[in-house]
């Protein structure tokens, strides 16, 4: 049986409309976040063809309903950002879970890539590590993901049309 790789490229001939929806909610953390993930944009994409458009949610809880809203509305890719700390209850466990898995749902239900950068933390600390600190910057690997996921998507497409 014969193996094939498909080779993910970026198609850059049409522009490429990206969407960030970011908390407010922990901003210390989410405005860095940003800050790695629009630099990640701009190392891969002429900002001056394609589009960043930054859409802030209230709260991690809010992500996902502007996440769809964005991807509805035509962006090619959506990148979440957001802060969950641990606190005294259990609370931040359930937000984490149903954030993710409707950020799941939305992806496959649509599919168009959906970068996550929803850090689930015990600590300021262990976000701020993840926000530019010694263990990268989670916002910056969300739209590498997102960006990667839509070229490789382009690649199916692409054999797919090749193969008919």
Known sequence: MPIETIEPTLDQTDPIHV????????????????????????????????????????????????????????????????????GETSHDHHLATAVTRALIDISIALPIPVGLGVLTVDSSEQAEARAGGPLGNKGAEAMDAALDTLAAMHALETKLGASE
């Open 19 to 86: 969407a960030v929806v970011v908390s407010r909610y922990n901003r210390y953390i989410t405005d860095a976040l940003l800050a790695g993930a629009t630099d990640a944009f701009s190392n891969r994409l002429t900002p001056t063809k394609h589009t960043l458009t930054i859409i802030p949610a209230t709260g991690a809880f809010e992500i996902p309903t502007l996440a769809a809203a964005a991807l509805e509305t035509g962006y090619h890719a959506v990148v979440c950002l957001g802060c969950i700390i641990k």
